[in-house]
């Protein structure tokens, strides 16, 4: 009797071509993010009416989709999909040696390595665009691949590009893990509370061992060890961005400006617990983490030599900054106008992608009439810098302050008389590694001093 004959799905991939054309009608929707140069997958699945796990993969362009999604994909926003648009790619239920047994019309065909297990991007942008960053992607290469930690911390302020840099760190390092997980604990609005520790287990469990019982024991301890039990056997890259949100947003029993004591919540010892046993535990996996404050289990636990290692993210510089605006439109603007603008707004790289939409869409392109009207904080730019003043403690936000108030760098021991006495120099110093950590302020050894942007923020945000 003669067997049916199997049917295969049609699956494709986008080509540079097609993958171009919808990136340019996406980029002209409102949800459009000109720095990340990416749309967040929710609005993309509510504009499709796709998953968010689909987009996922149709935008990574690694494993095939029915070519029905890319039709419907492209239909989303008025778009015909053309045969130069879409590649064929491995058929659901063929293998890769059949395929790359295949000719391929001249083409040099290398064995690529084997997929990753539990590999989940979530909500990863888009960083196929990628510019600057050089030295610090080489030195996150190295800590990574050669010097193996088991931890790493990307710190700065909001915008400044450590999402952006922790997944160009993940595309680079990917086939040399077999799992690769990347979760956001941003919440949607800042009244949303982050997702519960034992949410977020089952969740990394899910994805890391999807073939492990799925009966997940229930107490987080039991999680918790399963998970470190997972990263013992399989090598995973995993992504933690904006840990910021599931940190307390202070230091408990701060003094404040008048002297009292400020009585802060306990903090929330599960997550941290996490962090530590990620840290220090022993496996063969390696953990990422971006956040806007320093967590405090990295301020005595790593260092040059250990396995735990932080890395401040710095501004942009001017040439890497001209090159984001060039992608985006012409600018005109003298030498000196275009340094005034990168360094008033500290080579902040988000900021300066809404300054630039702002400067194409009212002024044409024109930085000297945008300098020229002399309002240079807007709604836009303060919402982007009021989620990062909120995580303060009462003693870094003072220190801003009294900085604010200074024309110039102040010196040490002019801070450090301004500043009430019950308040230690320990406490103080400790404020201030933190805000040059964070790049809030620009510190030298003798003398310390804010950015025009943050300096004119302070004045205007902060009671006085």
């Known amino acids: 009797m003669l067997q049916p004959q ?19 009608a996406i980029s002209q929707t409102d949800n459009w993010n000109p720095y990340t140069k990416s749309c967040p997958l929710e609005a993309l699945s509510e504009q499709t009416g796709l998953s968010t796990h689909t987009l996922s993969k149709v935008h990574a362009r690694k494993a095939g989709v029915d070519l029905r999604t890319l039709v419907r994909y492209f239909s989303a926003y008025d778009l015909t999909l053309e045969p130069s648009d879409y590649q064929s790619s491995i058929r659901h239920g063929e293998t890769t040696e059949r395929l790359l047994a295949a000719p ?51 710190l700065g302020m909001g915008g400044i590009g450590k999402t952006w840099l922790v997944t160009k760190l993940a595309e680079e390092v990917q086939h040399q893990f077999k799992s690769i997980v990347w979760r956001s604990f941003r919440p949607i609005a800042r009244s949303h509370s982050p997702i519960p520790l034992s949410d977020f287990l089952d969740d990394l469990i899910r994805h890391l061992a999807p073939q492990s019982n799925p009966t997940i024991p229930e107490p987080i301890g039991a999680k918790m060890q399963q998970l470190m039990d997972i990263l013992r056997q399989i090598p995973c890259f995993l992504v933690l961005d904006n840990v910021e949100s599931i940190l307390p947003a202070h230091t408990p029993q701060t003094p404040s400006r008048n002297g009292s004591t400020e009585q802060h919540p306990p903090d929330d010892e599960t997550y941290p617990e996490l962090l530590q046993q990620l840290a220090q535990g022993r496996h063969q996996s390696c953990v990422v983490l971006t956040s806007r404050v320093e967590p405090k289990l990295l301020l005595s636990m790593s260092g040059e030599n250990l396995g735990i290692r932080s890395l401040p993210i710095r501004r942009l510089q001017l040439t890497e900054i001209q090159g984001m605006f060039s992608a985006r439109a012409s600018f005109q603007g003298t030498p000196a106008e275009w340094n005034r603008l990168v ?55 003072d220190v801003m ?37 964070l790049s809030l302020i620009e510190r030298t050894a ?10 004119d923020y302070a004045k205007e945000s902060f009671v006085w």
């Open 401 to 437: 302050r009294l900085l604010a108030l200074q024309d110039t760098s102040v010196s040490f021991p002019d801070l450090r008389s301004k500043i009430l006495p019950s308040i230690s120099t320990i406490v103080l110093l400790e404020a201030l590694k933190s805000l040059k950590v």
């Open 343 to 397: 360094d008033y707004y500290g080579g902040n790289p988000l900021i300066l992608s809404i300054v630039a939409a702002t400067i194409q869409r009212l002024f044409a392109g024109n930085i000297t009439e945008f300098l020229r009207q002399n309002t240079m904080v807007f709604d836009e730019i303060r919402e982007v810098l009021d989620r990062q003043f909120e995580r303060l403690s009462a003693i870094e936000k």
């Open 446 to 455: 003798a003398d310390s001093g804010l950015q025009p942007l943050l300096r």
């Open 104 to 154: 391929s019309h001249g083409a040099q065909v290398t064995k690529s390595p084997p997929p990753n297990n539990g590999t989940s991007w979530g909500l990863a942008p888009d960083v196929s665009v990628f510019q600057g960053r050089t030295a610090e992607l080489a030195t996150l290469q190295q800590w990574v691949l050669e010097d193996r930690c088991h931890l790493i911390a990307l």
């Open 6 to 24: 199997r049917r295969f799905r049609k699956t494709a991939i986008f080509t540079p071509q097609g993958f171009q054309q919808i990136q340019t």
